[in-house]
């Protein structure tokens, strides 16, 4: 079922909810989101409990608020909670969920053009070793062509890696079409989603995929040092070896032998801040409160609006590509700076971030832009603060 519209009254009552918005003008999400107070209040109580009980007590007395993360990241996701595991970084949870693919030297793993920077390096690692690996071709509009993703599948592939929104460019690859086509093969499907969770109706079944990744920080609004990694369960028995485990990750059963969790717990290791991880199982909660169907509407209407606003711009330039964009809206601004027009909106109260194309080798670099400065747009900013950013634009180029 559809969830309800974002009302400019929703919205209204979510802002009165985000201390945040009362400080900066914040375009800065797809960095990092401002939580709502809700998530503050959590993580702080965790901590005071720990001062006054004792960290491992309070795991204990807060058992509940730490379950929650599993629990609210199935309802989000459509998964069962033992295919979700915590963990501290969105690149850390696909560096382990890549390396449990079983990859041999002359087996095939197809990436996509938007790859982020340290998956990139795990691709370098695994050519390497003897593992062939190959971009997949863009239609025009640059979004994976599925003709040759169905042309290039064989037995021999064994992975197709896609990242889902990237973080230098608005578009979304069209991931459920390429996880009908994978799941006729062999191959798994490891989705890099932590641009997309917290912005898009996600859902696991829908996208049959084996792996997703995304992080807390970002969309989801949870707190920094928090993110999930989401492993299809009937996969779980088929699995490499991962190079650094603990005793959440598995059991030493006797002196020579250990046993991995049987679930996605696997994928977890112990030492985690757990009033971060509290302050994640809000925003998971919160996320699917708000629901994503109406994200995902108003986030494309404020998105659309800034576009189309930056379009009437002298010598600014659109950057991002694809039929179906999200709220990443890139640019550039022909003889600006983008370094210096960043730290002129923060000074202004605006907060965006900076792109090079050393982020991006396979998507930047080859379309010949060498930076964009990124406004990433949440479903709690407002057109008011769209006309703002633009306004400020022209004051400070
Ligand atoms: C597409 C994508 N994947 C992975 C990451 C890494 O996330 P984390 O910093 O939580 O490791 C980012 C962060 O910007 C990202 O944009």
Not at 148 to 167: C, F, G, N, P, Y
Request: charged residues 20%.
């Amino acid at each position: 079922m559809k969830s309800e519209p974002l009302t400019e009254s929703r919205v209204e009552a979510l802002r009165a909810e985000t201390p945040g918005v009362e400080h900066v003008l914040h375009l800065n999400n797809a960095g990092s989101s401002l939580p709502p107070q809700a998530v503050l209040d959590t993580c702080i109580d965790y901590l005071t409990v720990e001062a006054q009980i004792g960290g491992y007590e309070a795991i204990e007395r807060k058992s509940a608020e730490l379950e929650r993360v599993a629990t609210a990241g199935a309802q989000l996701l459509n998964c069962a909670p033992t295919e979700l595991a915590f963990a501290t970084s969105a690149a850390l949870a696909w560096w382990r969920s890549f390396e449990a693919v079983p990859l041999e030297a002359g087996d095939r793993v197809l990436i996509s053009s938007t790859e982020y920077q340290s998956n990139a390096f795990a691709f370098i690692q695994a050519a390497e070793r003897g593992v062939e690996v190959e971009v997949l071709p863009a239609t025009e509009s640059g979004e994976i062509d599925l003709d040759a993703l169905r042309s290039m599948i064989d037995e021999r592939v064994k992975l197709v890696a896609v990242t889902h929104i990237a973080m230098t460019n608005g578009m979304v690859q069209p991931v459920a079409d390429i996880g009908a086509i994978v799941a006729d093969s062999d191959a798994y499907y490891l989705l890099d989603s932590c641009q997309a969770v917290g912005q898009l109706p996600v859902d696991v079944q829908e996208l049959k995929c084996d792996f997703l990744s995304f992080t807390g920080r970002k969309f989801m609004r949870g707190p920094r040092g928090t993110a999930m990694l989401y492993v299809n369960a009937d996969i779980m028995d088929n699995l490499a070896d991962t190079t650094y485990i603990d005793g959440q990750s598995a059991q030493w059963v006797d002196a020579e032998t250990y046993q991995y969790a049987p679930n996605a717990q696997r994928f977890e290791l112990g030492e985690v801040s757990f009033a971060a991880k509290a302050g994640f199982g809000v925003a998971l909660d919160y996320a699917v409160r708000v629901g994503m169907d109406g994200a995902a509407e108003r986030i494309a209407m404020l998105s659309t609006l800034l576009r189309g606003q930056l379009d009437e711009l002298d010598g600014v330039r659109v950057r991002d590509t694809g039929q179906h964009q999200s709220g990443i809206v890139t640019f550039s601004i022909g003889g600006t700076d983008p370094v210096a027009l960043q730290a002129n909106l923060r000074a202004r109260g605006v907060n965006t971030s900076v792109l090079t194309s050393e982020l991006s080798h396979l998507d930047l670099a080859p379309r010949g832009v060498d930076a964009v400065l990124r406004a990433g747009v949440h479903y709690f900013n407002t057109a008011e603060e769209i006309s703002t950013f633009i306004r400020a634009i022209g004051e400070s180029r």
